[in-house]
């Protein structure tokens, strides 16, 4: 297969000013990263419906209007009301897959960085050569709550040849049954949270879900990144080596701690480049140099100050925008 001349659709969803300067920046980065490379870029306008600010340019993207959040609610079902945001932005991505025109789809966060040169043509080689229809940075394993070692929404490359199009659907699953709270109801009140919490471990059936649903059972049809991940360092406000040798004790389902194999101890800065996860942002790696990485803090509007920002012009310069 010649990658050169394969066509990559990148899809992303914007909400707000600052989603919208985080997507531009990574339109410039992948640019830059991928010189040759034919991509086109699809995002849903998930803005509100009185949004005051500048919109993206249709020069660079393809963008599709959604509905504002607030005109998407009365669409929920009440039970589902606490994930609405996940809701809106999986509905936003599902309006996108039928523009899709190219074999290769990459579902992206604007706030999510990939950082490797030349990165679209050694992924899909990669992906064609391994026959992987699905590949991509799994959830962070502090997110516990969150699906395992399995590709998540954030960056996410598909081969539709393997998955296709007119079969994806993003929307988060069902809610677990009520089995569950019943069982919980009956044990002693100083068992219950905790108990509880293990048992959510692994079990969110947020946005993809019902990819995982049908794809992860073959492990050899997908990949995953490795998060950088320090279990003394996530632990250290909670009686550091305590805690984490008592959750060594726990079967890998109901431990704090991912499976051993699937996260990398040695991050960006200890492999010598810009300190991503020292500014509170997620890194992933891949044979052994740094993937991309996940803003975490900058995320939250409220802390993108100016002083903040620079530290993402930084970031993004130091691998090559």
């Known amino acids: 297969m010649d ?12 909400h707000s000013a600052e989603s919208k300067k985080f997507l531009e920046l990574n339109y410039r980065l992948t640019k830059a990263l991928n010189p040759g490379v034919n991509l086109s870029w699809l995002i849903a306008d998930n803005t509100p419906d009185d949004f ?39 509905s936003a991505l599902n309006i996108l897959t ?55 929404i954030h960056s996410l490359f598909l081969d539709l040849d393997r998955v296709p199009a007119s079969s994806l659907d993003f929307l988060p699953g069902h809610p677990s ?30 946005t993809a879900y019902k990819l995982y ?30 805690r984490y040798f008592f959750e060594s004790f726990f079967p890998e389902r109901f431990s704090y701690l991912p499976r051993s194999g699937t996260y990398s101890k040695l991050s960006f800065k200890d492999r010598g480049y810009f300190n991503a996860m020292g500014n509170g942002w997620e890194e992933f790696v891949w044979k052994d140099s740094p993937f991309g990485f996940h803003l975490r803090s900058l995320g939250d509007v409220r802390q993108l100050k100016a002083d903040k920002s620079d530290l993402l012009y930084r970031a993004l310069e130091s691998f090559g925008i």
């Open 3 to 14: 990658v050169m001349k394969s066509e990559l659709t990148v899809l992303s969803v914007y």
């Open 52 to 90: 005051a600010g500048e919109k993206l340019d249709n020069a660079r993207y393809r963008v599709v209007r959604h509905k504002s959040m607030a005109a998407f609610m009365p669409e929920l079902d009440p039970a589902f009301h606490p994930a609405r945001a996940s809701y809106h932005h999986a």
């Open 98 to 152: 039928p523009l899709i025109q190219t074999r290769w789809a990459l579902i992206l966060d604007a706030d999510y960085y990939i950082v490797r040169k030349n990165w679209a043509t050694d992924i899909l080689a990669y992906m064609d050569g391994h026959n992987l229809g699905i590949f991509g940075s799994p959830w962070h394993p502090r997110w516990w709550k969150k699906i395992r070692y399995f590709p998540a």
């Open 177 to 206: 049954s009520e089995r569950r709270r019943y069982f919980l109801k009956i044990l002693p009140k100083r068992l219950r949270n905790n108990v509880a919490a293990r048992l959510a471990i692994g079990s969110s059936r947020d």
């Open 213 to 242: 649903e049908r794809y992860s059972k073959n492990k050899k049809f997908y990949e995953c990144t490795y998060p950088v991940f320090k279990p003394f360092e996530e632990f250290s406000t909670v009686s550091s080596l305590a």
